[in-house]
């Protein structure tokens, strides 16, 4: 049987571990880069000759030649936000256009969707971005959302006022939003670009790098339920999202960043407060790149890492944001005990990443996960970059 090889970077905490850098670097080597889950969530920042660029919708390739972005079945897509970023590229000279696929079977996020969470208090707790992601996966799991091949049937523009109709009658008090020149613009975007059923369409590849958003402890059904995504986020979304078979999964790319962060309410067992927190949120500028809102922060934890790693079946491992532990005396990490009463390992501090201290470090993970540290991140920009191993022969295919 013949499907392309499909390989996967994925993170492994609470999302923000730095995935779209790590796509970034990797993807040149791919012909096609793909988004397999998540919506305008995902606020993946990259730095283009010096600028920087936040992308929500569009994959992490879309600042190399010759790559194709897809955009999976198992996203939710808002064509407004689409819009935005198409011409937010165009303006830097790149022109998306020439290389983005939409799979026909994601699903569109409408401005009622977004609505629905302004006017609910829905998710409020959870600390949805508030843009329409929730409801708009919730209509597709109820069988009632609208899938983007439908964009081309006639009845398009009644099925979406049908749509309307439907959730504006559960807020009567409140004022529905209407259907702007603007929807329609993004609209008219979707109709200019390839849309394509993606089993068949892959098929022409050998090789593929599947690209995740937020991450593993953030799955519908893996994660710190109720305290989720919508989506699936770890491995088994990639099948789902880009319907290839399993067969087709190769290499695991877990992103991880030296410490942990996360948005919104829900467990976090090494978690720190006070002044600790607000050194790390500082030097790491742990503020969110979809919503500015400031993130909790805590020391790695290991034992969730190994979960994630075993249930993603990574093969290797990315490591993030080690920088921002630069000049600490000693790092902590978890290795044990329960959710309330973690247990650490103190480990010596490292004053640059090329002080052995920080080899120490790496080291100890890999001991205690079983999976080796391939890449490693030293900074925001794209250059600040260096895989630590061989890199894997490029059998692609
Ligand atoms: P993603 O959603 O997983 O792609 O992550 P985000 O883009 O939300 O957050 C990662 C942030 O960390 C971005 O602002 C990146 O520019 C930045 N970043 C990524 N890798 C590194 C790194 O190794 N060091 C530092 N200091 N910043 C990094």
Request: glycine share 12%; with cysteine; proline share 7%.
């Amino acid at each position: 049987m013949r499907s392309p090889r499909v390989d996967v970077v994925l993170g492994l905490q609470w999302g923000d571990e730095g995935k779209g850098k790590v796509v970034d670097a990797l993807a040149g080597s791919y012909p096609v880069v793909a988004r397999f889950q998540g919506g305008p969530n995902a606020g993946h920042t990259l730095y283009y000759q010096g600028k920087k660029v936040v992308l929500h919708q569009v994959p992490s390739g879309i600042f190399h030649e010759g790559v194709y972005c897809v955009i999976g079945n198992g996203v939710v897509l808002d064509p407004e936000v689409l819009l935005r970023e198409v011409e937010g590229l165009q303006a830097l000279g790149i022109d998306p256009k020439e290389k983005l696929i939409v799979g026909k079977r994601a699903h569109l996020i409408l401005p009622i969707h977004r609505w629905l969470e302004e006017v609910s208090a829905e998710g409020e707790k959870i600390g949805t971005t508030r843009r329409g992601i929730g409801p708009a996966y919730a209509d597709r799991y109820a069988r009632r959302g609208i899938p983007v091949a439908w964009i081309d049937e006639a009845d398009f523009a009644q099925r979406v006022e049908a749509l309307f109709t439907y959730h504006a009658a559960r807020f009567p008090s409140e004022k529905p939003p209407t259907l702007s020149e603007t929807f329609w613009k993004g609209i008219e975007l979707l109709r200019s670009l390839p849309r394509v059923e993606l089993t068949e369409w892959l098929l022409q590849f050998e090789a593929v790098l599947a690209e995740g958003s937020q991450g593993t402890m953030l799955d519908i059904f893996a994660g710190t339920y109720p305290y989720v995504t919508s989506s699936h986020t770890t491995v088994a979304g990639v099948i789902a999202g880009l319907s290839v078979p399993p067969q087709s999964i190769r290499e695991v790319y877990g992103v991880i960043k030296a410490y942990t962060t996360r948005v919104g309410e829900g467990p976090f067992p090494t978690e720190v407060f006070g002044s600790e927190a607000e050194w790390l949120q500082t030097r790491g500028n742990e503020r969110g790149s979809t919503t500015g809102r400031l993130r909790r922060c805590g020391w790695l934890d290991l034992v969730a890492l190994q979960y994630a790693i075993q249930l993603n079946g990574v093969t290797h491992l990315a490591l993030t944001k080690a920088d921002v532990l630069c000049g600490l005396p000693q790092v902590k990490v978890r290795v044990g005990g329960s959710d309330t009463a973690p247990i650490y390992e103190t480990l010596p501090g490292w004053q640059s990443l090329n002080d052995p201290a920080f080899e120490h470090f790496v080291r100890f993970i890999e001991g205690f996960v079983g999976v080796p540290v391939r890449g490693i991140s030293t900074g925001p920009s794209r250059e600040d970059w260096y895989e630590r191993l061989p890199k894997a022969p490029k059998s692609l295919g």
